[in-house]
């Protein structure tokens, strides 16, 4: 394998991933966003230790702020190191803040974060989406729709060989 290819792997792998909010949110729009992190949350991302549960994303004065995101603490830093739940700042453009905020006016509106990944260049990015709280009888629905799913390609597969 190639060093491209390796790298590209490696980009794509995800460090966090928040699957509760494909269960409880109806996903509308998705935005990258850069994050402001120190030394030690940077090494602590590499090896994988962080948490997207219960965190949410929200906007205070034009600025974007992930909240509840826990990035534990990096070993090796000691008593230098960082504070596993403190707000980060994330660094998107004005007209996505802007958009973002209009939409946040509305009722039903959340900013919730997917998950937290390293790009291309090495940069650790997260993907942040509008999204719009679901209803019990939503999940229940969806839950069905996917058991159904997979029941039909169980059965298909039995005529497939």
């Known amino acids: ?13 995800a460090v ?4 509760k ?6 996903i509308e729009d998705k935005f990258e966003a850069g994050m402001e992190l120190l030394g030690s949350e940077v090494k602590s ?3 994988g230790q962080a948490d997207l549960s219960g965190s949410y994303a929200r906007i205070v004065n034009g600025e974007c702020w992930l909240v509840g995101a826990k990035i534990s603490q990096y070993q090796v830093t000691g008593l230098a190191g960082h504070s596993p739940t403190r707000k980060r700042k994330l660094l998107l ?6 958009k973002i905020y209009t939409k946040l006016e509305q009722r039903g509106y959340t900013l919730v974060p997917l998950r937290i990944y390293f790009n291309q260049k090495g940069l650790a990015k997260t993907e942040v989406a509008l999204a ?7 999940k229940r629905r969806a839950i ?5 799913k997979r029941d039909i390609d169980k059965r298909m597969k039995k005529f497939r060989h």
């Open 93 to 98: 453009h004005k007209h996505e803040i802007h």
């Open 132 to 138: 719009r709280g679901k209803r019990q009888y939503d």
């Open 16 to 19: 966090a991933v928040n699957k």
């Open 45 to 47: 991302l590499r090896t």
């Open 21 to 26: 909010a494909w269960h409880n949110f109806e």
């Open 144 to 148: 069905a729709e996917r058991e159904q």
């Open 1 to 13: 394998m190639s060093a491209k290819s390796q790298k590209k792997d490696a980009a794509a792998k």
